[in-house]
């Protein structure tokens, strides 16, 4: 199992998910890995803005980074507990019933800018 998730703190976690910004990326995250420009895009906020909101989500370790020349590119941690595969379960069902969700799932398959991660 992921150390991050071993090391689990249950506040942060609800903390990282009670803030709508970080509910916003988690939810387009399900899709797999994203660069933070296509988050910047969907979301409509400042890449510090993102950027700040992602590392919370590092620290409450349900989101995983790795760097690919100047690109930062993020995904879902593994799911590897029971508490984990619930979380996104819920996830999944605060997608199904909000429409802003919706709509920046739909944003995500449209594209991001064309000079995105160039």
């Not at 990282?16 to 387009?28: K, Q, S, V």
């Not at 595969?85 to 605060?94: N, P, V």
Request: glycine share 6%; aromatic share 6%.
């Amino acid at each position: 199992m992921d150390a991050s998730l071993r090391q689990l703190d249950l506040v942060t976690v609800f903390r990282a998910c009670a803030d709508r910004t970080r509910l916003r990326i988690l939810n387009l995250l399900r899709g797999g890995e994203l660069c933070v420009c296509d988050l910047v895009d969907v979301l409509d906020v400042p890449q510090p803005t993102a950027s700040r909101h992602l590392a919370y989500l590092r620290k409450a370790g349900l989101v995983v980074a790795r760097k690919e020349g100047l690109w930062h590119y993020y995904r879902l941690v593994s799911s590897e507990s029971e508490f984990h595969r619930k979380l996104l379960e819920c996830l999944q069902a605060c997608a199904d019933v909000d429409a802003e969700l919706n709509g920046d799932q739909e944003r995500l398959r449209l594209g991001c800018r064309p000079d995105c991660c160039d």
